[in-house]
Every structure is written in structure tokens, then in C-alpha cells.
């Protein structure tokens, strides 16, 4: 079989492995399968060398894989900047990038700040969830963003501050990268607060999601889909709990409890949704609008 004189390494003795095994299963084959078959990458291997110890045969590709990467959630850091950079290289909680509130612009690009590196975790989402994923601190891109996040009123209300415009610049300009790089889905472009829904609020309503949306970063409802799903009622009409339950479920928020009661954990979860897809009410209360774009968000992405 081997026309050439045997060089004794490991890579020779690999091949002679894969060799004899394709004749015994071509036992009975005809000649011209077996022709075929010999010029298979099977008896082609190639050899990387890896280490000083060691070589690799990448002739075969597995089909059961995908990204590691498949979300990016974003923050805010509740802290300035010389605190959100103290908290965040210090031992408890770290995230991927983090983009000040006024960053620096160096030959017309945005400077941000990488505080671990994609391929290794970082701890930003905590205890988390989106569509059956959890923990998603394994499976995420962390970004922060530095703003102080809300003062609570006397009167209970919250008072949010305001992202910069050189801030939402700068952090498009680094997710569409981001996206792109780990082939992350539109709707698996996330804020804390869909992951996390019950105990957290960032990066808040003052973020603006519809205007990313329309660079291309993030998931969008199209308006005429969401006239049709709303069929005539009023925004703000109250409609059947358990449907926006299912629905949110559905689309991602699978914390959402399915018991067609507006309780507490539910009220969480759609005031986390309106933040993102209307946050010019983040009340909480299921009305129509908010059932209308998550049918509408369903109907794009999650058919
Ligand atoms: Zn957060």
C-alpha cells in the first residue's frame, strides 16, 4: 500500500490506522468505489503541528457544532467612571468592554475599553435566561456602559440619565462588530434586563434600541405588523394576560410565569419588555401594544 519508505512518526502511524480501516469496510467494494474512497481527505490527512509534542489531523469537520458566543447583553454601570473601572477590574464582576460615557476619539474612532477578552467569561449577566439558555455569562458578550442609571424620587417615580450621543455612537460602532464577528441573531442582542428581568433594570428606557435598530444592530418590530396584530384596539386597552404571557415566552423571557395572573413576576418581565420595545411606558400593565409587538417581534424572528 505504501509506495513511499515508511517515515516512523506519529503522523504515519495515524494514517496507517485510517487506512487499514477503510479496506476492511471496503471489503467486497468495487474497484472504482475503492478508487473513489482513496482520494478521500480520509487518506489525505492534514497535519497541524500543534506543541512540541504532538500533531493534529484536521481532515474531518464535525457537523453537531456552533458559536460559542451567541449573545451580547448590555449594562449600565450604575457608577461613574473612575468607579465603573475600579468595580469592574476588581474581583467580584467584570465584563468584555466597557464604553465611558465621553470616550475618547482617535483619528475619528471611538476608544473602548477591553477588560477581558471574548474568548474568556466574563461576570456581568449573573443569574440569567433567554430561550431556554441560562447562565448566559458562558455563552455571552458582556458591554458596559458607564452612566449612573436612576435617582428614586420621593415620589417613587425614577429619574434616569441620559446616554451621550458619542456614547450610543461609540457602542454601535463596537456591536456591529460584535455581531458580526460571532454571527449573534437580532434578537439575541440583549440588555440586562431581558436576562434578568425580576432583579435588574439596565440598561434602562433611556437607551436607544430603535435607533440601533435602524443601523442594523438588535431586533425591531416592522410598525405595520404591529397596526395588524393591535386590529383596531387601543394601545393602551388592557388585553388577555396569559396571551402576552405566552408570547413573551415565547420571544425569549422564559421566567415569564404562564398563570394568566398580571403578579408580580409578570408585571417584572413586561416592564422589562416595554423598556425595550416601548419605553415611553414601562408600566408593566398588559395592553394590547405591548401583546401587538411581541406577536410582531414573534412573527419576524421566532416563526
Ligand atoms: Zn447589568
Not at 471496503?26 to 468505489?33: D, K, P, Q, R, V
Not at 393602551?236 to 404571557?245: D, I, M, S
Request: proline content about 6%; charged content about 20%.
Amino acid at each position: 500500500m505504501q509506495t513511499k519508505k515508511p517515515v516512523l512518526s506519529r503522523g504515519y502511524l495515524y494514517q496507517t490506522i485510517v487506512l487499514s480501516t477503510s479496506q476492511l469496510v471496503l471489503a467486497g467494494c468495487s474497484n472504482t468505489m475503492s478508487a473513489k474512497l482513496a482520494e478521500s481527505p480520509a487518506s489525505r490527512p492534514a497535519y497541524e503541528k500543534m506543541a512540541e509534542h504532538y500533531l493534529l489531523n484536521t481532515s474531518f469537520t464535525a457537523q453537531g457544532q456552533d458559536e460559542r458566543i451567541r449573545f451580547v447583553i448590555l449594562h449600565y454601570t450604575a457608577l461613574n467612571q473612575t468607579d465603573s473601572l475600579a468595580m469592574l477590574t476588581g474581583p467580584q464582576v467584570s465584563t468584555h468592554y466597557l464604553v465611558p460615557e465621553k470616550p475618547q476619539w482617535r483619528g475619528g474612532e471611538p476608544v473602548i475599553m477591553q477588560l477581558v477578552p471574548e474568548n474568556k467569561r466574563a461576570w456581568h449577566a449573573g443569574v440569567s435566561s433567554w430561550g431556554g439558555w441560562r447562565a448566559l455569562n458562558a455563552s455571552s458578550v458582556g458591554v458596559e456602559m458607564v452612566n449612573r442609571g436612576y435617582t428614586e424620587l420621593s415620589s417613587g417615580w425614577r429619574q434616569w440619565y441620559p446616554y451621550t450621543a458619542q456614547q450610543i455612537e461609540a457602542v454601535s460602532i463596537l456591536l456591529k462588530d460584535v455581531i458580526a464577528r460571532n454571527r449573534i441573531e437580532p434578537y439575541n442582542v440583549l440588555g440586562h434586563s431581558d436576562v434578568a428581568p425580576l432583579r435588574k433594570s439596565d440598561p434602562g428606557p433611556l437607551f436607544p434600541w430603535e435607533q440601533l435598530a435602524s443601523k442594523g444592530i438588535g431586533a425591531w418590530p416592522d410598525q405595520q405588523v404591529v397596526e395588524k396584530h393591535l386590529a383596531g384596539r387601543a394601545p393602551k386597552q388592557a388585553a388577555v394576560v396569559l396571551e402576552v404571557q405566552k408570547s413573551l415566552k415565547r420571544y425569549g423571557y422564559d421566567q415569564i410565569p404562564q398563570t394568566g395572573e398580571l403578579d408580580e413576576d409578570t408585571r417584572k418581565t413586561i416592564s422589562a419588555f416595554q423598556m425595550h420595545f416601548r419605553p415611553s411606558d414601562y408600566s408593566g400593565n398588559a395592553d394590547a401594544q405591548t401583546e401587538a409587538i411581541a406577536k410582531a417581534l414573534l412573527e419576524k424572528y421566532r416563526q
